[in-house]
């Protein structure tokens, strides 16, 4: 069955940085292109990233560019998303979220979210 | 960008009643619209995509539908379980952005 394992968060101050990784296992990670969404406390979802399958494409929601960077190993069926310079309004659970068919922005299946906290 | 926006933001209703919840794009999106619910402490749960089609496993009670820039969710019939966040999201483009979600609560 398909799994999606978030780890990496935690409590980190302003201007620090932290790095999320989200295991897969259950099905062809390399055929998939992932995001990352997150969720402030008591808030609605924010969608923050994508990458390709191959990982040569990449993009950022306006609030996290040049500060987070998406990345993805597919031959250890991993995520990552490196987060730089981290502010307040960055503090929430943050999810990966698998594609349903390749090449297209919906989500079947998501991760149990890992929880950021940016504060000092 | 491609902003989504939902009403209403809160909807209070009775078991056995039909709901709907609307969704707006900012920019026309043909069908590529999802529906997702989630209840607290959980992730999101896909209930409808490209507009219309039912997520395998979803009740038949949840419909969607519409194309352009409007689309609606309906419940025909409320259920206790169905207590919950509602989330639209266009996925015309890369960036899959989700409305600000609509809280239902069963009276």
């Known amino acids: 069955q398909v799994q999606l394992v978030e780890s990496g968060g935690g409590v980190v101050q302003p201007g620090g940085s932290l790095r999320l990784s989200c295991a897969a296992s259950?099905?062809?990670?390399?055929?998939?292109?992932m995001h990352w969404v997150r969720q402030a406390p008591g808030k609605g979802l924010e969608w923050v990233a994508v990458?390709?399958?191959?990982?040569?494409?990449?993009y950022y929601a306006d609030s996290v560019k040049g500060r987070f960077t998406v990345s993805r190993d597919n031959s250890k069926d991993t995520l990552y998303l490196q987060m730089n310079s981290l502010k307040a309004e960055d503090t929430a659970v943050y999810y990966c979220?698998?594609?349903?068919?390749?090449?297209?922005?919906?989500?079947?299946?998501w991760g149990q979210g890992t929880l950021v906290t940016v504060s000092s | 960008d491609i902003q989504m926006t939902q009403s209403p933001s809160t909807l209070s209703a009775s078991v056995g009643d039909r709901v709907t919840i609307t969704c707006r794009a900012s920019?026309?999106?043909?069908?590529?619209l999802a529906w997702y619910q989630q209840k607290p402490g959980k992730a999101p749960k896909l209930l409808i995509y490209?507009?219309?089609s039912l997520e395998s496993g979803v009740p038949s009670r949840f419909s969607g539908s519409g194309s352009g820039t409007e689309f609606t969710l309906t419940i025909s019939s409320l259920q206790p379980d169905d207590s919950a966040t509602y989330y639209c999201q266009q996925y015309n483009s890369h960036e899959g952005s989700f409305g600000q979600g609509t809280k239902l609560e069963i009276k």
């Open positions: 490209k507009a219309s």
């Open positions: 990458i390709s399958t191959d990982g040569s494409h990449k």
């Open positions: 979220a698998k594609v349903v068919v390749a090449g297209t922005h919906y989500f079947d299946y």
């Open positions: 920019q026309s999106i043909s069908s590529w």
């Open positions: 259950g099905f062809t990670f390399s055929s998939y292109g």
